[in-house]
C-alpha cells in the first residue's frame, strides 16, 4: 500500500479495469450498431438482386439515404434519452454559477 491509500502499481491496474470495461462495451456498441445498420440499408437497398459485382448508381444513392436516416433517427433518440434526464441537474448547475 502506498502512502496515499492506494496499492501502488496494483491499485492503477484495478483503476485501469473500469475503462478498459467502458472501453469493451463501446466497441461492442459501435459493432451492434454497423451490423444493424449494414443489414438493415443492405435489405432496402439491394435484397435478392446481384446482377452486377458493383452497386449501381440507384443503390448506392439509396444506401447513403438509409445510412443518413438511421444516424439521424439514432441521434434524434439519443437526444431524447439522454439530455431531458440532465436538465434538471444543468439547471442547477447554471443557478450555482450565477452569483
Do not use: W
Amino acid at each position: 500500500m502506498d502512502a496515499y491509500g492506494g496499492g501502488g502499481a496494483a491499485g492503477g491496474a484495478q483503476a485501469a479495469l473500469p475503462q478498459i470495461e467502458l472501453m469493451r462495451l463501446e466497441i461492442q456498441f459501435m459493432t451492434d450498431m454497423i451490423s444493424k445498420l449494414s443489414d438493415q440499408c443492405f435489405r432496402k437497398c439491394i435484397g435478392n438482386s446481384f446482377g452486377d459485382g458493383n452497386l449501381t448508381r440507384a443503390e448506392k444513392e439509396c444506401v447513403d439515404r438509409c445510412v443518413d436516416k438511421y444516424m439521424d433517427v439514432r441521434s434524434r433518440s439519443f437526444f431524447h434519452l439522454i439530455i431531458p434526464p440532465l436538465q434538471p441537474s444543468r439547471a442547477r448547475l447554471l443557478a450555482c454559477a450565477m452569483p
